[in-house]
């Protein structure tokens, strides 16, 4: 993965010494406990990207100009616990490197790595999960690094705020700020969750987004489906409004389990981080992306 560059585009905008992004592969399923599969989602989501148009038509921009450096993949795979260590190191490498750096896995536990570079990077961070599960267990199979525990950790350190909430265990209340969590449930009735969510983040945020938070009809090809789930426009409308009022200083995707026969789930999944980049530079409240624009 780590030969070829990013969507196909030109190497000039593929060298990590001029690109602003970042983006790491983390093909990582050691602790799903059903489908089985995450650990082909970076490449499929790679391959998807490859067949793209590089033209955001809503923002009118072309992101990849910015600079993506496709980073060679963390391979770590021979225990959780050791995986999380590597993907910390990798991410928090790049972010000291004064990049945007962005994650795609893999499976939810890649994610306590990634959160836990971040938090280290920068000041009073909010975490925002868009997700299907709670995953706020704080071990599971014998491992804090699992993926039913993706956020635990961040639960603890930081603002969390969670989106799409719609299975959990009856165990994770304990670990829950209630206040912050919308549950699917509850959103279909709530014109305001979007505003209401937005105003309790400070701002530096950090955004990751299991593929499950979307509903299956539309991404079917996810470890463990839920139903009810988020549609497309109502996610990349909420993702703007983040972007748009806040400072986003990374994020990941995980969970992308893909079917060799049904390919609409890779290609959403590349659409997605595709206008997440889009929305980070045609938005960005950072100086140095506002400068960049002027």
């Not at 959780?80 to 893999?106: R, S």
């Not at 079917?220 to 789930?229: I, V």
Request: hydrophobic share 35%; with cysteine; aromatic share 10%.
């Amino acid at each position: 993965m780590s030969k070829k560059n990013y969507a196909g585009i030109p190497d000039k905008y593929g060298r990590l010494d001029d690109a602003q992004v970042v983006l790491i592969p983390v093909p990582y399923d050691g602790t799903s406990t059903w489908q089985k599969g995450a650990d082909k989602g970076p490449q499929a989501f790679l391959h998807a990207s490859e067949n793209m148009e590089l033209y955001d038509i809503e923002t009118r921009t072309e992101p990849y100009r910015k600079g993506i450096y496709l980073a060679p993949p963390v391979s770590e795979n021979s225990s959780p616990e050791k995986m999380v260590e590597a993907v910390h190191k990798t991410a928090k490498n790049y972010i000291n490197q004064d990049k945007f750096v962005t994650l795609f896995g893999g499976e939810h536990s890649i994610s306590i790595g990634s959160i836990r570079a971040f938090n280290e990077a920068f000041n009073d961070l909010t975490v925002l999960q868009i997700d299907a599960h709670a995953d706020l267990r704080e071990s599971y199979e014998g491992s804090r690094c699992n993926h039913a525990c993706a956020v635990h950790e961040a639960s603890k350190n930081n603002k969390l705020i969670q989106v799409g909430i719609r299975s959990m265990d009856i165990s994770e209340l304990e670990h829950m700020t209630e206040e912050q969590v919308y549950f699917a449930h509850d959103m279909v009735n709530d014109d305001d969750w979007m505003s209401d969510s937005i105003s309790q983040m400070t701002e530096n945020v950090f955004i990751t987004i299991d593929l499950d938070a979307f509903d299956p009809s539309i991404l079917p090809s996810t470890g463990t489906p839920e139903p009810g789930g988020l549609l497309w426009y109502e996610m990349t409308d909420y993702l703007k409004q983040v972007f748009k009022k806040k400072n986003v200083v990374g994020f990941d995707i995980v969970e992308l389990c893909p079917d060799p026969q049904e390919k609409s789930s890779d290609f959403l999944a590349a659409k997605l981080y595709y206008k997440m980049l889009a929305y980070k530079f045609k938005y960005s409240n950072t100086k140095n992306d506002e400068d960049d624009e002027d």
